[in-house]
């Protein structure tokens, strides 16, 4: 993109700082601590699907950091208490018309939430920042991820043998998923037979299938199947949030840490090694508490009725 013009325009600009102030003032309110933690660290995640931006450092490798959940547990371990992030994040090989590899992430902790009690939250934040003076504010749709896929796809998810997903992926994309795994299968039939169908305003998705717990806790649901605590936040269909009421559990921890890593050994992905100071901090003992994670310019897209995100921006990295 051959211009020096910025992508926002002043209207956006304003809006976004609106949207900031709004914020802040939502946290001030509650109590919550807004705190400053490193962009740039010795050590990245393991998780395969994102993959982190490297840098050297004199003769050192770090990490522009993918979020700042590691730095935030740490200091939860350390007794801050409820704590928000608002700041850049950096993801690699995300550029596109909802993605830009520097962006805007908002992220918070409370403790002695469960994931509910942090699903309100997020939904009274939302209509804070969107909704404008004396207009309604968005209907808040909950729904599990089970009753989804019931809903539009027949078979519950939790239930469903690899083959059965399979299958369903095969029908959506094609005969290279016949081997593919559990979680992709769930991804792809998600991504394209379900988040289309999402009805408008603020739609909640909780209770993800225990193979994509990330670092959330596993419970059961009901029927007794084991689900994560973990949930996902769309506006108008766009997926603006995650959120999870976060695993503490000390070895179930270091497993996935290492179950991520042979992952990205089978993938053929570059190596990442456990971030052993954010063990320690587990070590010492990370309260019980409920996080979430909101990427602000997509909050702020919504907002604008905006679908390029470089319009939102000041500058994106093609304007760069």
Same mark, same amino acid.
């Given at each position: 993109?051959?211009?020096?013009?910025?992508?926002?325009?002043?209207?956006?600009?304003?809006?976004?700082?609106?949207?900031?102030?709004?914020?802040?003032?939502?946290? #001030?309110?509650?109590?919550? @601590?807004?705190?400053?933690?490193?962009? %740039? !660290?010795? &050590? *990245?995640?393991? /998780?395969?699907?994102?993959?982190?931006?490297?840098?050297?450092?004199?003769?050192?490798?770090?990490?522009?950091?993918?979020?700042?959940?590691?730095?935030?547990?740490?200091?939860?371990?350390?007794?801050?208490?409820?704590?928000?992030?608002?700041?850049?994040?950096?993801?690699?090989?995300?550029?596109?018309?909802?993605?830009?590899?520097?962006?805007?992430?908002?992220?918070?902790?409370?403790?002695?939430?469960?994931?509910?009690?942090?699903?309100?939250?997020?939904?009274?934040?939302?209509?804070?920042?969107?909704?404008?003076?004396?207009?309604?504010?968005?209907?808040?749709?909950?729904?599990?991820?089970?009753?989804?896929?019931?809903?539009?796809?027949?078979?519950?998810?939790?239930? #469903?043998?690899?083959?059965? @997903?399979?299958?369903?992926?095969?029908? %959506? !994309?094609? &005969? *290279?998923?016949? /081997?593919?795994?559990?979680?992709?299968?769930?991804?792809?039939?998600?991504?394209?037979?379900?988040?289309?169908?999402?009805?408008?305003?603020?739609?909640?998705?909780?209770?993800?299938?225990?193979?994509?717990?990330?670092?959330?806790?596993?419970?059961?649901?009901?029927?007794?199947?084991?689900?994560?605590?973990?949930?996902?936040?769309?506006?108008?269909?766009?997926?603006?949030?995650?959120?999870?009421?976060?695993?503490?559990?000390?070895?179930?921890?270091?497993?996935?840490?290492?179950?991520?890593?042979?992952?990205?050994?089978?993938?053929?992905?570059?190596?990442?090694?456990?971030?052993?100071?954010?063990?320690?901090?587990?070590?010492?003992?990370?309260?019980?508490?409920?996080?979430?994670?909101?990427?602000?310019?997509?909050?702020?897209?919504?907002? %604008?009725?905006?679908?390029?995100?470089?319009?939102?921006?000041?500058?994106?990295?093609?304007?760069?």
């Amino acid at each position: 993109m051959n211009t020096w013009q910025p992508g926002a325009s002043r209207q956006a600009l304003l809006r976004r700082a609106c949207l900031l102030n709004r914020l802040r003032g939502f946290f #001030a309110e509650r109590s919550v @601590l807004e705190v400053d933690v490193p962009l %740039l !660290g010795k &050590s *990245s995640i393991t /998780d395969v699907n994102i993959d982190s931006i490297a840098v050297t450092i004199d003769t050192a490798k770090g990490y522009l950091q993918t979020s700042p959940e590691y730095f935030m547990k740490r200091l939860l371990a350390d007794g801050s208490g409820d704590i928000y992030y608002l700041g850049k994040a950096f993801r690699d090989g995300e550029i596109g018309t909802r993605h830009n590899p520097e962006f805007t992430m908002l992220e918070w902790y409370r403790c002695n939430w469960d994931d509910h009690q942090l699903m309100t939250e997020v939904a009274d934040l939302l209509n804070i920042l969107i909704t404008e003076e004396h207009c309604s504010p968005m209907a808040v749709t909950k729904m599990s991820y089970g009753q989804c896929f019931m809903d539009q796809m027949g078979f519950d998810p939790h239930g #469903a043998d690899i083959d059965q @997903l399979r299958s369903a992926a095969v029908e %959506l !994309g094609s &005969s *290279s998923w016949s /081997d593919e795994s559990r979680t992709n299968c769930l991804d792809l039939i998600f991504s394209l037979q379900i988040e289309p169908k999402l009805p408008s305003g603020i739609v909640i998705i909780h209770d993800y299938p225990e193979c994509q717990c990330a670092l959330s806790k596993i419970s059961k649901n009901h029927k007794g199947q084991p689900i994560s605590r973990r949930f996902e936040v769309f506006i108008d269909g766009l997926e603006v949030a995650n959120g999870y009421l976060e695993l503490t559990n000390i070895d179930e921890q270091v497993k996935r840490f290492e179950d991520d890593i042979q992952h990205r050994i089978q993938s053929g992905k570059s190596l990442r090694a456990i971030d052993q100071k954010f063990i320690d901090a587990l070590h010492s003992g990370l309260p019980s508490c409920a996080g979430v994670a909101v990427g602000l310019d997509r909050v702020l897209m919504r907002a %604008l009725d905006i679908t390029e995100i470089d319009q939102v921006l000041a500058f994106s990295w093609h304007r760069t």
